[in-house]
Nanobody
Framework: QARFVESGGGLVQAGGSLRLSCAAS????????MGWYRQAPGKQRDLVAS????????NYTDSVKGRFTISRDNAKKIVYLQMNSLKPEDTAVYYC???????WGQGTQVTVSS
């Protein structure tokens, strides 16, 4: 079963940047589309970015388009989320997983102060 460990979160001022990393385990990583999700307090967990297994296709929710970039390194089994021009409304716990996976990691907290 695939497992995911997120890191790179922290406290940043509005307008700042963070890069999240997701280390994955499991032999099928290279063949799975991956996604970054986030969950703010009192809200549901939503998909914010996804990437195909080759990395050639990416998708973003409207609120992060032009600010966030998802990428992956299949040799290292890592998925990244580069977040620029951060806003207070980006504050959430961020998770990654395969789009077809059912297991979740512990997430990493991102807090953006105004």
């Amino acid at each position: 079963q695939a497992r995911f460990v997120e890191s790179g979160g922290g406290l940043v001022q509005a307008g700042g940047s963070l890069r999240l990393s997701c280390a994955a385990s499991g032999s099928t990583f290279s063949f799975n589309a991956m996604g970054w999700y986030r969950q703010a307090p009192g809200k549901q967990r939503d998909l914010v970015a996804s990437i195909s297994y080759t990395g050639g296709r990416t998708n973003y929710t409207d609120s992060v388009k032009g600010r966030f970039t998802i990428s992956r390194d299949n040799a290292k089994k890592i998925v990244y989320l580069q977040m620029n021009s951060l806003k207070p409304e980006d504050t959430a716990v961020y998770y990654c997983k395969g789009l077809l996976s059912t297991s979740w990691g512990q997430g990493t907290q991102v807090t953006v102060s105004s």
